[in-house]
């Protein structure tokens, strides 16, 4: 039996792969619909590299297999006096394509654990906190008042309409209402379900300052299609101001 290698030869090899996916030549080879949209989040980078490696395996099987099922299906066609006859298949066959995609699986979990743990386990210090509550049909978004904390009555609410600034990292504490929901933000590649009765904490942070929108990416009703939230990333002073408006506007 061949000796199995070591796991860190496994994953150099593997980390060699990943980055070659996650060159632009290879994303930009693919057609415009199969790209992802324009990656505005710290992290991106990594999903992305990921993404793409696993589009590219998961493509080159599919063309694989499907053109051996179009030569198959031409190879084995009907004639005249042509007997078909039975097969119980080959064990070894069955053997290696069982073990190939559990390994190629094993390889690519061992690659993601530390980007999954820096970006969905290991919530950043310093960051700025906002509560988002999905609810049919909108995104009702908390800001901490004055007092800098969440949960206090000086809070601010607004209603589909996330404002955070540039260059430091944001949490989202997200819950429902009603039902499922999902809140998706292509940009900054962040697709997270929002349960009732649960907080789930997400983090991210903006590359740049801009406008991008909020989608609920779960069919939550009738109203579902109009699930649509505003992000707008600014300067740290535009933040400030923007808040201290929106305080006044809460008081008055
Ligand atoms: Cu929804």
Redesign the pocket.
Known sequence: MASIAPRGRVLRVASGVLGAAAVPSLASALPFWLRLPENVATFGSKIDGLFYLILWITGSIFVLVEALLLFFLFRYRHREGRRAHYTHGSNRLEVIWTIVPAVICVILALLSRRSWAEIKQNMPRGAMHVEVI?E??SWNIRYPGPDGKLGTPDDLVTLNQLHFPVGRPLVVELHSKD?I??FFLPEFRVKQDAVPGMTTRIWLEATRVGHWEIA?A?L??LG?FR?KGFVTVETPEEFERWLAEQAKENAS
């Open positions: 999905g049919q049909f039902v929901h999902s609920c779960e939550c009703g579902h699930m």
